[in-house]
């Protein structure tokens, strides 16, 4: 488990995490959001001891990791992928790690299997692609068999199986009972991982719930009717005080339910082919939350025609 209790981190005048506070727990994969400069890679840091907070701490399993006596048997984390020594193999690189941290010997083979990577394993990591330099990130988190794993953007550079084959591995991690705490800026795929969402924008905690929660809470719910009776039943929504437009042949409407759309179709014997309630994805109900959070507001007229 991981815990974060009025964690905060100044630099100079610029106050990058601000008295957050948040508890990742085992089962689920937990989903960590936030738009650029909300202070992620900060928070991920201090839980690992590699930032100093300046006030409040970060604990997994209740304490420290700076005091943890194995660390990579507890903590298994992939934060940059590319901060390697280029120079050695794959494999070399796993042995250095295996070696100075005490874990037998096998697992390297172990973790190449694992993330796909036995072909590869005596290639120069200078000559990997962004994608083979994540699978060996995560293949170097995974060596001391780690009950509790930390990933920042982990399917950076992967392609769609590489995607697919991470989701799946971490829903496995997470099923084995282990803690999974994940950040990314791919909503569509934070949709389809994560069960439960910390969100936070300019350091503070924005969002605390699981992940059909926070859509659900993030956006409205726009209710879809098809019929062939559109005029009749456009009247019938505007006589309730409703604004329906038509869009694509479907009559859309906000501020009610499928339930009162449905009464009032039968009210009036209006035929219904289809009805049903359109939720946001992840990223609108994301951009709806964190829009007054953004650090970095890009312009998108430039450039555009006159």
């Not at 209790?5 to 990058?16: E, F, H, I, S, V």
């Not at 099923?175 to 990314?184: D, L, M």
């Not at 439960?196 to 300019?202: M, P, S, T």
């Amino acid at each position: 488990m991981i815990e974060a209790r009025g964690l905060t981190k100044r630099y100079g005048d610029k106050l990058a995490v601000n008295d957050l506070s948040f508890t990742v727990r085992p089962g689920i994969v937990t989903g960590f959001l936030g738009p650029n400069g909300a202070g992620k890679s900060t928070t991920m840091r201090m839980i690992l001891g590699l930032d100093r907070p300046t006030s409040g701490q970060a604990l997994i399993n209740g304490r420290p990791y700076s005091s943890v006596h194995a660390p990579m048997q507890l903590v298994g984390a992939l934060l940059d992928a590319k901060d390697v020594h280029g120079g050695r193999t794959a494999r070399a690189h796993l042995n250095s790690l295996v070696q100075s941290n005490g874990l037998p010997k096998q697992r390297v083979d172990d973790v190449l299997a694992m993330t796909g990577m036995t072909e590869t394993a005596n290639r120069r990591i200078k000559g990997f692609s962004l994608g083979m330099s994540q699978r060996l990130g995560i293949a170097a988190a995974m060596l001391g068999d780690p009950e509790i794993l930390i990933f920042d953007e982990p399917v950076n550079g992967l392609d769609p199986e590489g995607i697919l084959w991470i989701r799946q591995f971490m829903h496995a991690l997470a099923a084995e009972g282990r803690t999974v705490f994940v950040s990314s800026h791919l909503m569509s795929e934070m949709e389809n991982t994560a069960e439960h969402l910390i969100v936070i924008g300019l350091g503070k905690l924005l969002a605390d719930m699981s992940t059909k929660d926070f859509i659900a809470a993030n956006s409205a719910g726009l209710v879809r009717v098809r019929t062939p009776h559109v005029d009749q039943m456009l009247d019938a929504l505007r006589r309730t005080g409703l604004q329906p437009n038509v869009v694509d042949g479907h009559i859309e409407v906000l501020g009610t339910t499928t339930d009162a759309v449905g009464e009032l179709a039968a009210e009036n014997r209006v035929t219904l082919h289809e009805l049903y309630t359109q939720r946001s994805s992840l990223e609108q109900a994301f951009m709806e939350m964190t829009r007054e959070s953004v650090e970095y507001h890009a312009d998108a007229t430039v450039g555009s025609p006159q």
